[in-house]
């Protein structure tokens, strides 16, 4: 097995990390860049409890080979919060009571986040399906949901008034991700 | 979990020449959502993982009355597919019975068929639409229906130095509808306890002139139901001839017992499963012709 150098950005910072390619992103963001809000369950994909954001989708970060993540733009539940400012989706995710153990909370809320993205609108049952691959075993999906609807709303009456709320492009991104140096593990 | 080395050929010519060199260490990943799970529990130990990432086989089109997909276009992309919805709405709807988005977003439609379970979900609807596989290997390449890729479960006739790098499926012929319906434990997240698949093509006079019925989880590989067809074939499409077919289908399917249901069950499954999918591919026909 040969080690190899892999190159990707993390809440839009370039970091390269030296590894065994077979390791899983999972791995690699708790262990290597001691990001530990993905949590690792159930190891397989069944649970969304590592689910990050992979260029602008929901994924398992348990089922990432680390060598697949190469170029790739990751955002992980540590990026949400902007500025010492949480997220919109993680500030109603308190006021609903959408936490219990918070085990599932960090894949739920990338699940959401994912969601944001590209559907700005979500429908209930939208919303039920952005986070079907995403377990709770205690506080239940009803104010995960309704913690989702609310930050939709407030986000859709935040970017109708000013511009901040935009979507950033590609080409954002990467005029961002300019101004840090790489980090190396 | 075993450490493979790992390569992401750029080109297919460069992904077959390193399968040609590896011969059985090596093993194909694409988006890894079954593989990686068996890496991680010891069933597979490869040594060396040729990664499909980097090769163009995303492509949904169509060209010259077939409709070719790359092995690399995911369930999330097939949902997205305004061109599938519109003439393999079986296809889609399968598509959206596989897992949850995260899994969706990453497996593939030619892992879906290589990995070869018995309840892969996109393997009923392709044969109701009677796709063909495209394999190549470096000096070869053949195209195989794909109801004779499968050799059993998890088994394939692809050999070790060849890919699947695309799924080609004839264009539709006109008073066509289809359908999929899955049985799973709960919506998402769910392997299927069955699953049926069906396609109408009716005549001028509104005969039924073709008729495919594909079962899912309820034998050792995906499977038609032969029977089942011929009997549609020729008659008028009707509630009758459909509860007929559906029984047929499910005296023909072999499933077994496992820790999803019980054979019996998948048996008595088989038949309210085709009977509705048949009903609601005659419902889409009807709405068609009014």
Known sequence: MTEIMVRFTVNKRPVSVKTEPSRTLLNVLRDDLKLKGAKEACGQGDCGACVVVMDGKAVNSCLVLIAQAEGADIITVEGLAENGKLHPLQEHFIENWAFQCGYCASGMLMSAYALLLKNPNPTREEIQDAISGNLCRCTGYHEIMEAIEASAADLNMKSSNTCDQKKLSKGDMHERLGNHPTEIY | ?290
């Open chain 2, 1 to 290: 979990m075993g450490k493979p080395d790992y390569f992401a050929p750029q080109t297919v010519d460069e992904a077959l020449e390193t399968l040609a060199k590896q011969s059985s260490g090596a093993k194909i990943i694409a988006g890894g959502t079954d593989l990686i799970p068996r890496m991680r529990s010891g069933m597979m130990n490869p040594a060396l993982l040729v990664d499909l990432c980097r090769l163009p086989l995303n492509h949904i089109e169509i060209k010259s009355g077939w409709l070719h997909i790359g092995a690399r276009v995911t369930h999330s992309e097939i949902l997205e597919s305004e061109l599938l919805a519109v003439h393999y709405p079986a296809l889609v709807e399968a598509a959206r019975a596989i897992a949850g988005p995260p899994i969706r977003n990453r497996g593939t439609i030619g892992g879906n068929i290589i990995n070869a379970s018995p309840a892969a979900d996109l393997a009923p609807p392709l044969l109701v639409y009677d796709a063909i596989v495209l394999l190549v290997k470096a000096d070869a390449e053949r195209v195989v229906p794909l109801a004779e890729l499968f050799t059993g479960p998890g088994r394939t006739i692809l050999s070790s130095d060849e890919i699947l790098t695309e799924i080609r499926v004839p264009l539709p012929p006109p008073d066509t509808a289809s359908n999929f319906v899955k049985l799973g434990k709960r919506k998402a997240m769910a392997i299927a306890v069955a699953s049926a698949a069906t396609r109408l093509t009716l005549d001028g006079d509104g005969i039924i002139f073709q008729a495919r019925v594909a079962l899912g989880s309820v034998a050792p590989k995906p499977m038609r139901s032969i029977g089942a067809e011929s009997l549609l074939q020729g008659k008028a499409p009707g509630m009758e001839i459909f509860t007929e077919a559906a029984r047929v289908a499910s005296l023909e399917s072999s499933p077994i017992t496992d820790l999803r249901a019980s054979a019996e069950y998948r048996k008595k499954m088989v038949a309210v499963l085709v009977r509705r999918s048949l009903e609601a591919t005659w419902g889409q026909l009807g709405m068609e012709n009014q």
